[in-house]
């Protein structure tokens, strides 16, 4: 074997580790850990590849307080392309659709989406303050950068900067009282 094969394969190894596999305990425990930041707001049960909310084909959507929508593949591909972690930002922003969904909170386009991004960040600042995790707020950037839109989701850079500024911030209610405009 050579020493070039040798480095592939080191380097094979340490990009799948940069990639959680997602599973439904992966998925449940994400839930739980999001829970404990944002649960008193509201507390969405998570729908695992049901199309629970009647959408064409699952990826990740709230339809109501207590209903967030995801799809298994959608999210095993937000890591792989993003890198670890990157699915928990997903259903941090969702969550905060739900908090919006219960509190009747609709603002105009784009902030309602970067609302939503604001409590991704806010949850990766908890994550690493209270759960042990180590920042993921790169890939979670790179996941809401991928899927800017410019009209209702925003550019890219709003869905960058009000990612960061919610893990700045590391306060979800600053996110619903002191967003940006
Ligand atoms: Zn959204």
């Not at 969550?95 to 991004?117: C, K, M, T, V």
Request: glycine share 8%.
């Amino acid at each position: 074997m050579t020493k070039h094969l040798v480095l592939a394969i080191a380097l094979g190894v340490a990009s799948l580790s940069q990639a959680a596999t997602v599973s439904r305990s992966y998925i449940t425990k994400t839930g739980s850990e999001i829970s404990q930041e944002k649960g008193r707001y509201a507390n969405p049960t998570i729908y695992i590849d049901q199309r629970a909310c009647g959408e064409p084909s699952p990826n990740a959507m709230a339809c109501g307080p207590s209903i967030i929508s995801v799809g298994t593949q959608f999210l095993q591909s937000q890591e792989t392309q993003h890198g670890n972690y990157a699915a928990k930002m997903v259903l941090a922003h969702e969550w905060g659709h739900s908090i919006q969904f219960a509190n009747g909170i609709n603002l105009r386009a784009p902030y309602q989406e970067l609302q939503a991004d604001c409590n991704g960040g806010s949850f990766i600042r908890y994550a690493v303050n209270n759960l042990g995790y180590s920042s993921f707020l790169e890939a979670a950037v790179s996941s809401a950068r991928a899927a800017a839109d410019y009209s209702t989701h925003g550019t890219p850079a709003q869905r960058d900067a009000f990612t960061r500024w919610g893990y700045a911030q590391g306060d979800l209610l600053k996110c619903f009282n002191n967003l940006p405009r």
